[in-house]
Each structure stands twice: as C-alpha cells, then as structure tokens.
C-alpha cells in the first residue's frame, strides 16, 4: 500500500508548518525527562506532570529513581541508568512506575545520553503511558492491515479528486500499479472509465456529506481489457478532527461473477418468456400462413435481426413429409411462407418472397436442415458461406453488404416429420448464435411445428371439404321454363367458415321447376358430406312432385335420423302453366319478391322449423302460394349473406331489399352487386343465393286457352 502525503495545512512563514491540535503526539502525550549525570531531575515537562502526578516544582531537583521507582526496582534503574550514562548506549522497554498517587502505572520508555557544549552528560527519558501506545499501535497496525489486506479496493482522494491512498486491492482491479494513481487526478489516472460519473459522484460526497452506496457500473480495465467487468463502489466523505472536509474515501467491489449470474438469470427467465410468449402467440389461427408469420415475427422481437419460415412444398401437397431421421435428397422444394426483421433492411429483398417456390440442392443449409432434422450452425459466416445460405450470388451481395455475420437453421419437427425449416440471420446485433441459441430456437420450433402442421391439416380438410361441397353443387344453371335463372355459391374467408349451405334448380314434369336453398349449421367436411346428403333426398322428393310442405316433411324425417344434424331450407315450385310459385320454409330467412314496378319485400310466410329439430315425430309445415307475372323476380339466400356480428338483422334485411331496387339490373348482375355489397372480405359465414326472374312462356297462354294444360291435381300422395 501507497500513500502520497497531501492533507498538510497552509504553511507558514519561511516554510514553517504549524499543526493543528489533536495530532498523534497530542494523542499520546509523550512527556519529556532531563537527568543531570547524578541522577536528579533537571528538566521536567508539562506532560510529565499529567503522566506522573508531580509538578515541575516538586520534581526538579529530586533523584528520579527515589521519586519515580518502588524500591525494589532502584538497583535494576540505576544500572540501566549507569549503562545509558557511561556506555553512551540507548534504552527502550515499557517499566513500572510510582506515581504520586501512590499507584503504579506501566510507562513505555526511550532513554539516551545528551552532552551539552561543555561535554556535561545529560540522560534524556522520553515516556507515555504504556495502555494509550499500545492502543494506538493496534489502531495504527488494524487500518494498516485493513487497507493492506481487504479484498475490497480502497481509495483515498483529496478536495481536488487526486489519489493520496490506494490499496493493492485497487490496483488489482484497475490493473495499474499506485504509482501511476497517487497525486493524478481521477481522468488522469483511470481514463478507461467512466471518469464523468466518477467525478460527478464524488463531487456530490464531498458537497453533501451523504455518502452514495453500491453505485453500479460496468467497463474494461488494463487489468482484462476483453473482458467486461462490474463494479460496485461506495463513496464516503472524510473530515478532520475539527470537522474540516479532507478528502472523499471510494471503496470498490468486483462483482463480475455476480453481474454474470444476474445476465444469465435474466436472459434464461428472458428466454422462457419467449417461449411462454410463443405458447400463446404462435398458432393463433388454423390458417397456415398467419401461423408462419406469428413464428417469424416473434423470433425477431428477441433472437434474431431477420427471421424466415420456408415449407416444404410436398408438405403443403398433402405428400408424405420428409422423414426426421432419413438421407438427406438431392434437392428439396420449398414455399416461403413468411418473412420478418427487427428494422429495415436489404437482408428482406434478399430473401425469398413470401408465396414463391424454390429449389435448393443438397450442398445449401436449408436443404442439410431438413435432410437431417438438425439445426445447422455457422457462428461466424464468411464470404464462402453466404454461398450456401443465400438463393443466389447477388443475395449473397446483399447479405455481405448488410453485414450478416451469424447464422443459424433450424428444422420444423412435428409428430416425427420434417415440414420446414426456421432460418435467422444476425447483422447488427453483433453477438454471434450460440448453443443456447439453438436451444431456444429449437424449443419455438417444436412448438410452432405442432401449430404449423396443424393448420396445414385443417386446411387440407378445408380443401377437401371445400371441394366436396362445390362438387355436389350445380356448375351451371338449369334452363328451367318461364325462368331466368342466377346463382352464386361463396365460401367463408377463413378455412373454419366452410360449410354446409346449398342450392339447387330442380327440373320436374309438365315442365315444372323446383328451387331450393339449404343451410346444414356446421362447418368442415362433416357439414359438406351432411349438405351432400340432403341435397341428394330434396332431388329425389323432388322429381315425386311432391308439395314443398310435404318435401319439408320427409326432408325432417331424414335430417333426424342423421347424427345431430340440424338444417335450414327454403322449397319452392314453379309452375309455368299458371305463373305461380308454391313456396314452405324450414326455419329459414324468408324470400324476397319484386313484382314488376313494385319495391321488394319480403314474404310473410310461417317460418316453421328447422329441419331435425322436430325429431323423429316429425314436423308440420305449411305451403303458401304466390302468383308471378313475367319481370317478378323472386331472391332465395343464406344467412351468410345478410347475418353479420356488429349490425342488426333488420337493418341487413333492409339494405338488401334496397340493393334489388333496380328493376332493370340483369340476374346475374344483381348477384353480383348482392355479393359486393354484403358481403364482408372476413366473412365467417358461406353462402348460397338464387335469384329467378320470370320470363313470358307460351305455356302460360296455354294455360289461358279453352282446353288449356291438365289441371293440377294437387300435390302427390
């Protein structure tokens, strides 16, 4: 330990230096003894006086061993006094001394010989009470020690922020040795740190008088420039004896290993709330490619600069996907399914677009990913490397010049197979991945895999159900007698929203035309194959000729005996001989009617109930007749048209009887104008409509005629 000499008082004139009362010598009180060469005492000081009792007058003149020493010691005194005057020697030790109380106290001694200009000899004793030395040694040699030995660096400074005192525990830590600190200022001695908070710091101690405790801080010394170390440092004001302010006293702690442990705390709890995050973000929706996003977009908030999701494309196929353990192909196929960055960068363009297929041989990394059902880890990328991560040269360029220096690839694993691959691309965070990198990467990519392979299911059923529906539906319309025909079937925005809802124009005898639309409540492949069903028995009661009430009737009979099926429908019969509809609902949203010149208007007709509901006991329905003149037009729809989740029923109704206004608009046109209009693009709904127009049919003159057609003879048994 160092210590630079700095806390001096102002100096007097010609250099004399007065010092303060309560020094160390005050402290001790040493006393000052003078023996003439016959052992009286010649000179007697003030201390001596409060050391021994006597005063100057009682003393002076009188032997020193009879006064000072208990009898038994005067022959041990006088021949160390002997030594000390004849041999010209010097003694030092701690002896019992009388004092004038008649006590005895323990005295530490330095003794020696003093000649005056005439050669007298003079013994000179200098003393102080043995108790108050030895306590202020032990003081002394404990801070000594203290400073020397403590593990925690210690400073002084002075008024003027310049080192008077360090420890070598201080010179450990900044890695400079004392001499390089004492008498230099804090930006002077120790640049690498933080000097401003330092000074400022230190400056509030010595102004306040408060100290600052545990202040925190993080740098590089000379001592390990490569690694980052943390201090923690305290600051305390130091005052005199009279309370005058000296100097600020700075102890320091290392607390690296404790700093470290907190980061790797924080980064594992970091971590698992990633991972936490992803149990709730990623998989959202059924839908495949909002899935691949979410995954994308949350590797970026905390992993990643850029972050891809690439399928393969034999996955989306509905192709048995790539084995987790197998060889690995000669080339792989994959769609880009999303892409995402923590800011702008070229390292997007340089991907590929989200949507567009890709073939990759075996040599680059995404197809070593999946052919292996490993993660794939280049810590450092070099130029050669960006070769077997990029699509191609000039992305390779981009990457280059966007400083992406890490990369890393990890498999899409779920239930045994390999879908895809999740790619992240560090530049500006300059941390290469590591192996916790993988881990976490590797734990988002199982959970997201799952959700991942579970959308691409669903929407394959949604395919499958999508298709079966549209099979089973008419592909064009009918020539039905006395009717112009339009249709339009539309499927839900999202995959969940297909459904069951169907229509159809059914040819009978006599020309005759049935019209039907349905709704099976349900969505996926079990309503389609329901609404197949229904749609198949309302064919056959059609061609019996059957009533609509009737139909409805063994239409609920049927829906009844199929597993919790319940359905809507609307049946109606056309008859060209008399212009006249015959019309039965089954809990159903009723038609609407446009008679020539007239605004629409929705028919009040008994709304029955829905088809299955009755039970096998059946239902009753009820027909109603409308006649139609040539220009009526007669609108069958869906809910999923007019039903949405923030506007009322009623006004829906409303908007779509204003919308069929137009007399003059064509079927077809007037569907579309329906469907632009009221439908919404997130429609979660499908739906079914027929608009029939009635056109002039010589059958009808026929039916004005004398003999006319046969009469309707009511509906079949």
């Given at each position: 330990?160092?210590a ?12 004399v230096?007065p ?29 001596a ?33 002997a ?11 701690v ?16 003794n ?13 004793g ?13 003081d ?31 010179e ?63 600051y ?5 004896s ?18 470290l ?132 040269e000039?992305a ?21 197979q ?83 809802d ?12 049935a019209?039907?639309v349905?709704d ?28 609509p ?34 019309v039965?609902l ?34 009753e329905?009820?027909?109603t007749?409308?006649d ?9 729809y ?11 029923l ?10 069929l ?20 693009p ?18 009808a ?7 006319g ?6 509906p079949?048994?």
């Amino acid at each position: 330990m160092v210590a630079y000499e700095a806390f001096r008082s102002e100096p007097g004139p010609v250099g004399v230096v007065p010092s303060e009362p309560g020094g160390l010598l005050d402290v001790l009180s040493v006393a000052a003894v003078v023996l003439d060469a016959e052992g009286r005492i010649a000179l007697w000081s003030p201390q001596a006086h409060d050391l021994f009792g006597w005063s100057a007058k009682e003393a002076l003149g009188r032997y020193a061993a009879k006064l000072l020493v208990a009898e038994e010691y005067v022959e041990l005194v006088l021949d160390l006094f002997a030594k000390v005057m004849i041999g010209g020697g010097a003694w030092a030790g701690v002896f019992p001394v009388r004092h004038k109380d008649g006590s005895t106290k323990l005295v530490e001694f330095r003794n020696m010989r003093l000649l005056d200009e005439h050669g007298g000899v003079y013994a000179l004793g200098i003393a102080c009470d043995e108790a108050v030395l030895r306590g202020v040694e032990r003081d002394l040699a404990l801070s000594v020690r203290l400073v020397a030995q403590s593990p925690l660096g210690l400073a002084v400074l002075d008024t003027d922020l310049r080192y008077v005192l360090v420890n070598p525990a201080l010179e450990r830590i900044h890695g400079l040795p004392a001499e390089q600190h004492l008498g230099r200022t804090v930006r002077e001695a120790v640049p690498f740190l933080d000097t401003d908070v330092l000074e400022a710091s230190m400056r509030q101690v010595l102004e306040t008088g408060a100290p600052l405790l545990d202040q925190f801080a993080t740098g590089h010394s000379p001592a390990d420039p490569d690694q980052e170390h943390a201090w923690s440092r305290s600051y305390y004001r130091l005052e005199d004896s009279r309370e005058r302010v000296i100097g600020v006293a700075m102890s320091v702690v290392d607390v690296t290993d404790r700093h470290l442990a907190a980061a790797e705390a924080a980064q594992a709890r970091r971590r698992l709330d990633l991972i936490a995050r992803a149990s709730v973000t990623v998989g959202t929706t059924l839908d495949l490619e909002s899935t691949a996003r979410e995954l994308a977009d949350l590797v970026v908030a905390e992993l990643a600069d850029v972050a891809t999701v690439d399928v393969l494309e034999s996955v989306l196929e509905g192709s048995a996907a790539t084995p987790e353990r197998g060889p690995a192909p000669e080339q792989a196929l994959f769609r880009a399914l999303a892409i995402a960055a923590a800011y702008e960068t070229d390292v997007v363009r340089a991907a590929d677009p989200v949507g567009e297929r890709a073939t990759y041989p075996v040599d680059r990394m995404v197809t070593r990913c999946v052919g292996t059902g490993r993660p794939v880890l280049v810590a450092h990328v070099t130029r050669p490397d960006l070769a077997y991560i990029a699509r191609d040269e000039a992305a390779a360029k981009v990457l280059a010049e966007e400083g992406v220096h890490s990369y890393l690839a990890v498999p899409l694993i779920a239930r045994g197979q390999v879908l895809g691959v999740l790619g992240l691309v560090r530049a500006r965070n300059p941390l290469p991945f590591d192996h916790d990198d993988v881990t976490l990467a590797g734990e988002l990519a199982v959970r997201a895999a799952i959700a991942i392979d579970n959308a691409r299911w669903y929407q394959h059923a949604a395919d499958t159900a999508l298709t079966l529906q549209r099979h089973l539906l008419p592909h064009a319309p009918p020539r039905a007698a006395g009717l112009q025909i339009a249709y339009r079937y539309q499927p839900a925005a999202a995959a969940s929203g297909i459904g069951g809802d169907w229509f159809d124009a059914i040819p009978q005898t006599k020309n005759r035309t049935a019209l039907v639309v349905g709704d099976v409540m349900g969505h996926g492949v079990h309503a389609a194959a329901t609404m197949g069903q229904l749609r198949t028995a309302t064919r056959t009661l059609a061609g019996l000729g059957l009533d609509p009430a009737r139909v409805l009737h063994h239409l609920d009979h049927i829906t009844a005996e199929l597993d919790q099926t319940i359905a809507t429908c609307v049946y109606v019969t056309w008859d060209p001989h008399r212009s006249r509809c015959r019309v039965a609902l089954a809990g159903h949203l009723p038609p609407v009617v446009i008679h020539s010149g007239q605004p629409p208007v929705l028919l009040d007709l008994p709304a029955g109930v829905p088809l299955g509901a009755g039970g096998l006991g059946g239902a009753e329905f009820e027909t109603t007749v409308l006649d139609l003149s040539p220009g009526d037009r007669l609108v069958l729809y869906t809910d999923g048209l007019v039903e949405t989740r923030d506007e009322s029923l009623d006004d829906r109704l409303d908007l779509l009887l204003s919308l069929l206004s137009d007399p003059g608009l064509p079927p077809e046109a007037t569907c579309d104008r329906l469907l632009t209009a009221l439908r919404h693009p997130d429609a979660a709904d499908d739906v079914a409509l027929v608009l029939a127009r009635v056109r002039h049919h010589p059958l009808a003159d026929a039916a004005d005629s004398p003999t006319g057609p046969p009469p309707d003879r009511g509906p079949a048994a």
